[in-house]
């Protein structure tokens, strides 16, 4: 899962990102709201928290050109902006929830994981292969009664091979699914959380072996 963070207080934006990353998510957070509306044009995000207090341009104006365009990812609206009036102004310019600072990391966590499991881009609540079971709202991986609680790389190489279980995904877009803006991955980075997630798995009856293709990619290939 790949999370957008737009919020331009910078202590609070690094704190929130790395809740988040160890919570499994990718995040890529900005300051300004047009950086963070370009990002969100580019990249295919689960969902978007917003602040509405930014140097650039009101929260509110993001929101509403963001679904002006149609998108429909869900926007967790995050702010110090507490008043019933407010809040009433942010739901109808499109948030599908909102969080007012300062707020629990926990709860921010079950909020979001809650925005993920009604989300209209959540065809599924989980994905299946094999006999291993992984929920896309960020609870650990499953195996029969084994729990699996994988690192973030570890769960998103899982998840695009299950994605696209027996074919070959190739390494530079997992290398790419790795990479926040400005923090690009190399190839020994995803070789290492292959082998580290083969690892993980390698006891569990999973129904499935993620196999190295030679210069191409990794095949997760199921097993009859």
């Known amino acids: 899962m790949r999370i957008l963070l737009i919020e331009d207080n910078a202590r609070l934006r690094d704190l929130t990102g790395q809740t988040l990353r160890d919570a499994g998510w990718l995040v890529d957070a900005f300051e300004l709201g047009e950086d963070g509306y370009e990002a969100l044009r580019q990249v295919p995000y689960d969902i978007a928290i917003l602040d509405l207090g930014l140097p650039d341009i009101d929260g509110l104006d993001v929101l509403r050109r963001i679904r002006k365009q149609r998108m429909q990812v869900p926007v967790l609206v995050l702010t110090a902006r507490g008043a019933v ?5 942010g739901l109808d310019a499109g948030a599908d929830d909102y969080l007012a600072k300062p707020f629990n990391n926990g709860e921010l966590i079950a909020r979001i994981r809650a925005l993920l499991r009604r989300s209209p881009q959540a065809v599924m609540p989980e994905l299946v292969v094999g006999n291993v079971v992984l929920p896309l709202s960020g609870e650990p991986v499953r195996c029969g009664d084994e729990i699996f609680d994988l690192a973030p ?11 696209q279980a027996d074919q070959v995904v190739p390494k530079r877009k997992i290398e790419h699914s790795f990479s926040e803006f400005g923090d690009e991955r190399s190839a020994n980075a995803v070789e290492l959380s292959v082998s580290r997630l083969r690892k993980r798995l390698e006891a569990a009856p999973t129904g499935f072996a993620i196999e190295t293709i030679r210069g191409v990619g990794y095949l997760l290939r199921t097993i009859s």
């Open 85 to 89: 009036d407010e809040r009433i102004d």
């Open 153 to 163: 790389r570890e769960r998103g190489l899982l998840e695009m091979l299950m994605r």
